[in-house]
Every structure is written in C-alpha cells, then in structure tokens.
C-alpha cells in the first residue's frame, strides 16, 4: 500500500529564511508522481510543485525546490526566502502512474508560520 | 479562466439527516475527483470519474454516500444519513484527463451536529 509520512507537524521560520519540509514515501510502484499542496487558512489546496519518479533533475518552480532522493524515497520541499503570505499548511502527496486511478495519496501535513 | 466551484461553502446539520454537495469542474475537464478531509488529516480520496463513468470508489462509504456525475460535467455527492464523523471538508478537483494536474475548490465545511 502507499503511504505519505509528514514528521513535522508544526515549524517555525523567520522571514526571508530558507525552510525545508520533510516527506517520505512508501511505494511498490515503479512510476509514481510525487506533488506539494499548500493550503491556506481558507481551505482551498494550492499546487506547488510536482516531480516525476523517472526525472533525474530535483524540480523547481521560483521559491520552490523539490529534494528528490528516490533511493531514500523522500521528497522534501525547500521554500527559500520565506515571505509572510506562505504561513499556511503544506501537504505532500503521491499518485501512482499506470493503473486505473491516478488518485492523488496525501500525508498528514506540516504546519509552517513565518515570523517577521 | 474560471477554477473549480463547489455549493455551499459551509453546511451545518443534524445526524441522521441527508445533504447534498455540488461541484463544477473547469470546463473541458474529463475527470473529476471528490476527496474527504477530517481536521487535522489530509485528503483522502472518496470517488473518482471519468467523464460520468466512476474508476475508483473503493473508499465510498456506499451504505450512506453516493456520487453522480450526470452528462460527464457536474457533480454532485450525497450523504444519507449523516453521521457524526462525516464532519469534514469536502473538497472537489478537477484534472483536463487522469494523468494531469489535479484543480481543487474551495470545499464544503460540513458540520454534523
């Protein structure tokens, strides 16, 4: 069965700072996408970024980093130069490529506040 | 571009008592997902459709729950009747097919009193 583990359930990090979220996963799948979601107080989920378990490059998307180390099977995301507005909760999420569902399997989340 | 919309925003109930949501997907958009998120977990995924045709129900509560997606475009899912535990936000997405980005909306608050 697959399965997302978020260890961190609260972290604190001082504007302008980097931050790294922690992820891993747990998969018998060959080919798997791996996703962060950001969710603000206001409930919607936000897409950030996404890495494909075939892709050799860590993806990037601005602030955004992926650290991909397939053998570790963990997936952390590097928010550099913490800005105020990316106080939210942040989920990391797997989907299995291949099959009938490309649901998307999410972890339990890690809480991030900014602090000026 | 307009993004995924979902009615009501937020549901007060009493248990054993039924409610229905609604979800618009993006338009041009073929699958559809409906996923279940409890207070202080993530998302969990309750059915999932092809154009109106279901590829996964597997964690439907069909004794109680039920999904449509009439004329592959809007959907609606219904709880009958409510429990306690269906507390939760539900919250809908939209992808253009089953491999691509997955679009949330707001999501329904429901609290079952």
């Known amino acids: 069965a697959q399965k997302i583990t978020q260890t961190q359930p609260g972290m604190f990090v001082q504007e302008k700072e980097a931050v790294t979220l922690d992820c891993t996963y747990d998969t018998s799948d060959q080919s798997y996408g791996l996703f962060w979601y950001k969710q603000p107080s206001s409930g919607e989920m936000i897409f950030l970024i996404y890495q494909g378990s075939y892709d050799e490059q860590n993806a990037t998307e601005g602030r955004y980093s992926l650290n991909f180390q397939k053998a570790r099977k963990s997936a952390n995301l590097v928010i550099s130069a913490s800005q105020l507005g990316d106080s939210a909760m942040y989920f990391c999420a797997m989907s299995p490529w291949g099959g009938a569902t490309n649901k998307l399997i999410f972890g339990t989340g890690t809480l991030l506040a900014v602090q000026p | 571009e307009a993004g995924v919309a979902q009615s009501p925003r937020y549901k007060i109930i009493e248990k054993r008592q039924s409610v229905a949501f609604w979800c618009n997907p993006i338009s041009g958009h073929a699958t559809l997902y409906w996923y279940q998120q409890i207070l202080g977990q993530g998302p969990k995924l309750l059915i999932q459709?092809?154009?109106?045709?279901?590829?996964?129900d597997s964690q439907l509560p069909k004794d109680r729950f039920s999904a449509e997606r009439l004329k592959g475009v809007d959907s609606t899912l219904k709880i009958q009747p409510a429990k306690l535990e269906d507390s939760a936000v539900y919250l809908c997405a939209s992808s253009l097919g089953r491999g691509d980005e997955q679009f949330f909306g707001p999501g329904t608050r429901l609290t079952v009193l």
């Open positions: 459709f092809q154009n109106n045709g279901v590829v996964d």
